[in-house]
């Protein structure tokens, strides 16, 4: 019976991880132009623990920082070249040696591309929640206290996910070894 960690050739991870991170940076994207024919000229620029402002600033400055960011973040995570042209010494994948001396680099990498798309679009899903945060904010409607943590919580849910997805398909198949 073939392993559930063995490569198969006819589906390579990543093409669903890659939808998810190109639809994510589409919501950050037109969030970003919603938010901004829609914010008053002062927002929160940022928050604190309480979740409660802390600072204000223009709605351009704020952009000017947050938008960029949360799309080059979320490109730079997505490009596969950047993750190959490493050193493999820097890439920190579990059971690298093993899918490495089995000459399967190509699945190693699918797989660790799979991951990074999916923490690219939680990254940009949790900056498109954060300008809606700073819209609300900024027309003077505030969160619940019960949602504040809510966007972080999410976005660790998914990377937690994505990264438990990883490990079980790099564990290496002892039996047939």
């Avoid at 639809?23 to 002062?42: E, H, M």
Wanted: aromatic letters at 12%; proline letters at 7%; charged letters at 15%.
């Amino acid at each position: 019976m073939p392993s559930s960690t063995r490569p198969n050739p006819s589906r390579r991870p990543g093409t669903a991880a890659l939808i998810f991170a190109a639809a994510s940076l589409a919501v950050l994207i037109s969030t970003a132009f919603w938010v901004w024919f829609n914010a008053p000229d002062q927002v929160p620029s940022h928050f604190g623990a309480n979740g409660q402002p802390d600072d204000w600033a223009s709605k351009g400055e704020v952009f000017a920082w947050l938008v960029p960011l949360g799309v080059g973040l979320s490109v730079l995570l997505s490009i596969r070249s950047i993750f190959e042209k490493m050193p493999l010494s820097l890439v920190n994948i579990p059971h690298k040696e093993y899918w490495i001396q089995r000459g399967e680099r190509v699945y190693l990498f699918d797989c660790l591309m799979e991951f990074m798309r999916i923490t690219a679009g939680a990254c940009a899903l949790l900056f498109a929640l954060s300008l809606v945060q700073t819209l609300s904010v900024g027309l003077g409607r505030s969160w619940p206290e019960s949602l504040v943590f809510l966007p972080t919580g999410i976005f660790l849910a998914i990377v937690a996910i994505a990264l438990w997805n990883l490990f079980r398909r790099l564990k290496p198949d002892v039996t047939n070894d």
